[in-house]
């Protein structure tokens, strides 16, 4: 992606493209700078998580919003799919955790099902009330995850990357480091999957600290 950046910028630079033509590569050369951005994030916080610097700092957030807020980040990657991501999360559904985390974790997941969800497919993100939890949930009509590896993917330090349905390639650290982000801010994360059918990520996380007293 930078090596084709630069390139239009050579090109746009020298006279060899009109602007109005440069113009018409902004909405892919977005999706290739976001995705960089992503990919590098992973990494930082995934070197962070090496050396046991990545601190926590839970407070209240809503996960509508923080889904809301990826879903448009990753908008130009699923409209260039075809593909339709439904948000199903309530309004005002305050879990507590730190909010850094907790985006990683969410845009790790989506992009995931983008990545492994063929063209005309469909996403639905969503959420149920567990007691004291919220369990969230991140389903796809993907090409689905053979089960021995389901028994791989969320392990610590274990990578494994392969190609999506339109050949994007990734680290491979991402769900990696959702397992850990989410056991970092007090829940779990789990995967069910069925080959040609599509993959459920689900996880959970505490309510945030007005949710509990409203319920006690």
């Known amino acids: 992606p ?16 009109k602007s109005s033509e440069f113009r018409e590569f902004i909405p892919k050369l977005k999706n290739d700078v976001n995705s960089i951005s992503f990919t590098l994030n992973n990494l930082l916080t995934w070197g962070q998580s090496q050396m046991e610097e990545a601190t926590t700092n839970p407070s209240n957030i809503d996960l509508n919003v923080l889904v809301e807020s990826n879903m448009n980040l990753l908008s130009e990657i699923a409209y260039s799919k075809l593909i ?26 989506l992009s995931n099902a983008l990545k492994f969800t063929p063209n ?19 389903r796809d009509s993907g090409v689905g995850i053979p089960s021995d590896v389901q028994e791989k993917i969320l392990m610590k330090n274990t990578t ?5 349905t339109n050949n994007e390639k990734g680290t491979g650290l991402g769900l990696s480091l959702c397992h850990e982000m989410v056991t970092k801010n007090g829940g779990s994360l789990w995967v069910e999957s069925e080959m040609h059918k599509g993959t459920t990520f689900y996880f959970t996380v505490p309510k945030g600290k007005k949710q509990l007293k409203k319920s006690a």
């Open 2 to 17: 930078i090596g084709a950046l630069e390139g239009l910028l050579k090109l746009l630079n020298s006279g060899d493209i």
């Open 84 to 109: 339709t991501i439904d948000n199903l999360i309530v309004d005002k559904a305050i879990v507590w955790s730190d909010e850094n985390q907790m985006d990683i974790v969410v845009r790790n997941l």
């Open 120 to 138: 005309n497919g469909q996403i639905t993100v969503g959420i149920k009330d567990r007691d004291k939890y919220m369990e969230v949930y991140v």
């Open 160 to 164: 494994i990357s392969t190609y999506g």
